[in-house]
């Protein structure tokens, strides 16, 4: 079966900086969703929203952008923004956990309010005819409160629904509830996408055999942690290619170039390089180490010749 392999967003990661860095040195990856639009009760969209989605930012790619918000007015403005831009189709997050946004009825504090869900996808199925998709966790206090969504959204011709399989409460903690994703297989009409925790080519692998029906895998953390792994699962092996470190070094420079262009000052760039290498870390063989090295630093001078030193031992352990 041919698999498609889309980017899951990660908001203050995956911009277009990233997604055309990790297109252009690795490869794999079908689609990419941009992280969300939120409008926070005014009606413009943020200039960095702009950026993100210009068309001449996004050239080679294929992306989506993604809106969270629980007002169907807001959802409609986006989405006419979008269209506007060229965009076809606008995701819906019903998924980000964090109680500020939940307590307020977004994110996966939605889940539980199907009727609301319907207000919307009435709204925007009647006054547009951009395409809809759904990206949301299973529940935010109980994995089964997707499910009583899900007569709601059978009416409705969503593209998909992605689903992160843990609950909103977990927030990122604990372990993906592969039992209750077989449910929503089970109780949906719509295409499910899978996503959550896919992090290896084993792992992959593991989640395909259990899935046999999904052909949609969502990759987020682990594509940041390791941007070989897209390349890898289609290729399906663990060997990374022998040049790993010479591509991975270009792709880094690629990143921290883009970002001295947009942030000033030493410091907020390796702030930001380091939110990066907190997950790169983990594909090397000492994160530990690595993450305290580079925290270390309080130039780019510094930056740069830590980067070179973990680039370097690392070449060193693979021969
Ligand atoms: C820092 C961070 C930012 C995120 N931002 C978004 C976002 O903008 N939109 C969204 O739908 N999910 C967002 N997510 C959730 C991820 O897209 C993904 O669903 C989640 O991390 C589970 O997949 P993973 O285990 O492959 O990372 C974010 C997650 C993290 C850790």
Redesign the pocket.
Known sequence: MSITLLS??????TDFRFRNAQHRHFGGIDTF?A??IRLNGKFEIKPNYQLDLALKNNTSLEVIP?VMTCKEDEFLFVAKYVQSLGYNELNW?L??PYPMVANKGMGSGMINSPEKIDKVLDLVHSETDIVVSM?MRMGYEKSDEILRSFPVLAKYPLKNIAI?ARIGAQL?KGGVDLDAFQRCVDETPHKLYY????TTVEGFRAMQERFPSIDHW?????LIADPFLPMMIRKDTTEYPEDRIEVFSKFHDLLQYEFEQKLSGDKHVIRKMLSFWEYFAQSFSNPTRIVKKIKKTNTIEAFDQVVKEIFEEEMEMSY
Do not use: V
Request: some cysteine; aromatic content about 16%; hydrophobic content about 20%.
């Open positions: 899951s967003p990660l908001q203050g990661f969703y992280p969300y993604q997050n998924g980000c990206k992160h990122y996503n959550g925790d896919i969502m990759l987020g953390r682990g």
